[in-house]
């Protein structure tokens, strides 16, 4: 399994970002029991798990991203997304997707398969 996430940028406080995040060297299978979780790390701390979402769509967030960020899926494409609004400096970070045959969660450890990160620079 290969991840790759983009569509990191430099953005304004307040400003909107959508990430993608393509996998390849597998398909889903839409019985396949999967979830795809957002993380980021910023310089001097910890991974941060952020949001996730199963095959069935369901998903969930931290509360340091509730209601501002929104992930999605487009399975027909093996391809993730995590749409970033009202952008904080303090979300500035170096933005990851990960996979994972088993439940959702935001625990970074459990996750096996992880793409490229990309950076994301929130400031004025």
């Known amino acids: 399994v290969q991840l790759q996430a983009s569509g990191g940028g430099l953005v304004q406080p307040g400003g909107s970002l959508r990430l993608s995040c393509a996998a390849s060297g597998f398909t889903l299978d839409y019985r396949d029991y999967y979830a795809v979780g957002w993380f980021r790390q910023a310089p001097g701390k910890e991974r941060e798990g952020i949001s996730c979402i199963n095959n069935f769509g369901t998903t969930i967030y931290s509360d340091s991203v509730k209601g501002r960020f929104t992930i999605s899926k487009d399975s027909a494409k093996n391809t993730w997304y995590l749409q970033m609004n009202s952008l904080k400096p303090e979300d500035t970070a170096v933005y990851y997707c990960?996979?994972?045959?088993?439940?959702?969660?935001?625990?970074?450890?459990?996750?096996?398969?992880w793409g490229q990160g990309t950076q994301v620079t929130v400031s004025s």
């Open positions: 990960a996979t994972r045959r088993s439940a959702c969660t935001l625990v970074s450890r459990v996750f096996g398969s």
